[in-house]
């Protein structure tokens, strides 16, 4: 089983910081694009930057030039860099690894994290 594990959310006042780690373990073979999804109060879950193996990356307009997402992918690990937070970037974050493989002939799976909450207040 593939398990998917969220850290680093907390609470931060506007134009902090904060950085957020997603470590998958389990039986993992390979491990496709990993990405940072959000999921605000009465708003539909969106996703925030995503990154492939090879490490191209790709964000949301709303969090370009703020946010940093990374991987190393000796530890299956994705992280996320939030600078300069905004009150609208209160949400729970979701990690979400595609493609992973528990065996070279199998199938490859899409697997969610718990979530971890980010608030910004003053």
């Known amino acids: 089983q593939v398990q998917l594990v969220e850290s680093g959310g907390g609470l931060v006042q506007p134009g902090g910081s904060l950085r957020l780690s997603c470590a998958a373990s389990?039986?993992?073979?390979?491990?496709?694009?990993m990405g940072w999804f959000r999921q605000a109060p009465g708003k539909q879950r969106e996703l925030v930057a995503v990154?492939?193996?090879?490490?191209?990356?790709d964000y949301a307009d709303s969090v370009k030039g703020r946010f940093t997402i990374s991987r190393d992918n000796a530890k299956n690990t994705v992280y996320l860099q939030m600078n300069s937070l905004k009150f609208e970037d209160t949400a729970v974050y979701y990690c979400?690894?595609?493609?992973?493989?528990?065996?070279?002939?199998?199938?490859?799976?899409?697997?969610w994290g718990q979530g971890t909450q980010v608030t910004v207040s003053s």
């Open positions: 990154i492939s193996s090879g490490g191209s990356s």
């Open positions: 389990g039986s993992i073979v390979s491990l496709g694009a």
């Open positions: 979400n690894a595609d493609g992973v493989r528990v065996a070279p002939w199998s199938s490859r799976g899409n697997y």
